[in-house]
């Protein structure tokens, strides 16, 4: 018997919220074509769970544990998608009207990522999730799953007498914005009719008998079913643009034909499901680190560079995701030249002279490897020193990011046998970790780290940030739990010298923001430090 695993936070007996009831209707549709379902709560999935299973439909996911989120990504699965589970706020609004979150507020994109696809509801929800995520496996199931009892209701409904008033759903729900809808009956002399009831067909009813329905969702609404409840009632609907039916072509429709229209899109709807179980699906080959470089004119040190990341003990578990930002000399032709001996390097040229964070975040969004690590082309690193990393953090749990002592050489495209009996250490990872010790970059130029870090955290800051984007980071990443872990072991050469140096008073004050935005971590050493750092932040404020 074909199976299918459905994971939810809740499902529709648990409350009839929207997307519960839609999901009750998929599954029952899916047993009536023969296959058997297993309905589990996302708290309770196991990975012998996920071992007994081909196939997941994932629909809310916030309680499912971290490394089954991790676990899963090697399993063939989709994301049934209700909200905006992959921004921090779940609610694009917050970002402006262009509905676009900033990099460090985009979450879960690599379960977004490694879905065989993404369902949505509407037109206007593929457009959001396309927009913040950029994903190429984006599906509009173009609406929802009505039962048929409930369509059958609904057209007995929809031949009530109507009145002309403006129904508003009387919701606690901030979002739904029920003040909004009476200010604008209010401001156009508009008869408001308030719709509530515990009961499903109750609150139908009172919809039905008016002429109206007024909805102004402060959140943009991947369809909203009671929007498109009213329309099969028969009534007109008065509305915003952040409504995602309203960007179906079938919106125009209302009444029966509305129903039957819907009548027959719940086959399609189940079919595209059934497409996506038979689809051909290959476990995916990971690799074990993604080392990540990005660059512009980095000419006189690429040949070197390229040597010793490639000549790296285990290279051949790594990818190294190059991100060139339109260079002007002969990078290409040196990068091809290693393209052609190793098929684990990607390169990707831009043609723009873009900063170095969206770049890290690009190559970050391309990565695969369940590891990250940083190799500035300027820097050498210790033949053994991603492996050294590596094995420290793979077996290590609890911990999400791992660091070694880096030795500081003023020359430039140097050997590291020729410096490691150097005591001539990087300041900031001579330290232990902390959160008082964070005051410091102390991850400083060769961490490695969790990709889960960025599901749970978000990308590097690329909109406030232009030097000091791995402090802050790191930062964002400790204040929410993550832990690190300093290794008593030189990993590589730190060029003092090299690109990557900066001293000038937009650092400063970047630097000073950093720090009180993060004070609270920094324990005795915020007293301490709050003077140095508050000479920049007083220049901001000028």
């Not at 009387?170 to 604008?184: C, E, M, R, V, W």
């Not at 969790?450 to 030097?467: L, P, Q, V």
Request: proline share 3%; hydrophobic share 35%.
């Amino acid at each position: 018997m074909k199976k299918i695993a459905f994971i939810a936070d809740i499902f529709a007996e648990d409350i009839l919220g929207g997307g519960e009831l839609n999901n009750k209707v998929l599954i029952e549709m899916l047993v009536e074509r023969g296959y058997a379902v297993e309905k589990i709560y996302s708290h309770n999935v196991k990975n012998d769970t996920l071992e007994k299973h081909h196939f997941f439909i994932i629909s809310n996911f916030i309680n499912l544990k971290r490394n089954i989120l991790e676990n899963i990504q090697s399993k063939k699965y989709v994301i049934y998608e209700h909200d905006h589970k992959y921004i921090k706020s779940r609610n694009p609004a917050t970002y402006g009207s262009n509905l676009k979150a900033p990099p460090s507020e985009i979450i879960n994109y690599k379960f977004y990522k490694n879905a065989i696809a993404v369902l949505c509801q509407s037109k206007l929800h593929k457009q959001i999730v396309e927009k913040n995520l950029q994903l190429n496996n984006v599906i509009n199931l173009g609406g929802n799953l009505w039962s048929s009892d409930t369509l059958d209701m609904l057209e007995n409904l929809s031949k009530n007498k109507k009145q002309a008033r403006y129904s508003i759903m009387d919701s606690q729900i901030p979002h739904k914005n029920t003040a909004g809808a009476l200010n604008y009956c209010n401001k156009n002399s508009l008869e408001p009719k308030l719709c509530r009831s515990k009961s499903y067909h109750e609150f139908l009813r009172q919809l039905s008998e008016n002429s109206h329905f007024v909805f102004f969702p402060l959140t943009p609404e991947t369809l909203s079913r009671v929007v498109v409840e009213a329309r099969m009632l028969g009534c007109s609907v008065i509305t915003t643009k952040i409504v995602g039916a309203t960007s179906e072509e079938w919106f125009k429709l209302k009444g029966p034909e509305l129903i039957n229209f819907l009548r027959n899109k719940k086959n399609q709807i189940v079919d595209k499901i059934e497409q996506l179980y038979n689809s051909d699906f290959t476990k995916p080959n990971r690799p074990a680190v993604s080392i990540i470089t990005t660059f512009c004119d980095g000419e006189q040190y690429l040949e070197h560079f390229m040597k010793n990341i490639t000549s790296q003990s285990m290279f051949d578990r790594c990818e190294l995701l190059i991100i060139d930002a339109d260079s002007d000399n002969n990078e290409k032709q040196i990068i091809e030249k290693y393209t052609k001996q190793y098929n684990n390097i990607i390169y990707h040229r831009i043609d723009k002279k873009l900063k170095p964070t969206p770049c890290i975040n690009m190559a970050i969004e391309m990565s695969a490897g369940d590891y990250l690590t940083f190799a500035f082309i300027d820097d050498v690193k210790a033949d053994n020193c991603i492996e050294t990393l590596f094995n420290e953090i793979n077996t290590n749990p609890d911990i999400d990011l791992v660091y070694g002592d880096v030795i500081i050489v003023s020359e430039k495209n140097q050997l590291f046998t020729s410096h490691q009996k150097s005591d001539n250490l990087f300041e900031h990872s001579q330290y232990e970790f902390s959160n008082e010790n964070m005051i410091k970059c102390v991850p400083g130029p060769m961490p490695m780290w969790r990709s889960s870090m960025h599901e749970k955290n978000g990308f590097f800051d690329a909109i406030n940030c232009d030097y000091a984007d791995d402090w802050e980071m790191w930062l964002r990443s400790v204040a929410s739990g993550s832990k690190f872990k300093k290794i008593n072991q030189k990993v590589g050469l730190y060029y003092v010298d090299g690109r990557s140096q900066q001293n000038n008073i937009n650092q400063k004050i970047e630097e000073a923001k950093i720090f009180f935005t993060y004070s609270h971590l920094f324990g005795n050493n915020y007293n301490k430090f709050k003077p140095y750092f508050s000479q920049f932040w007083k220049y901001n404020e000028r």
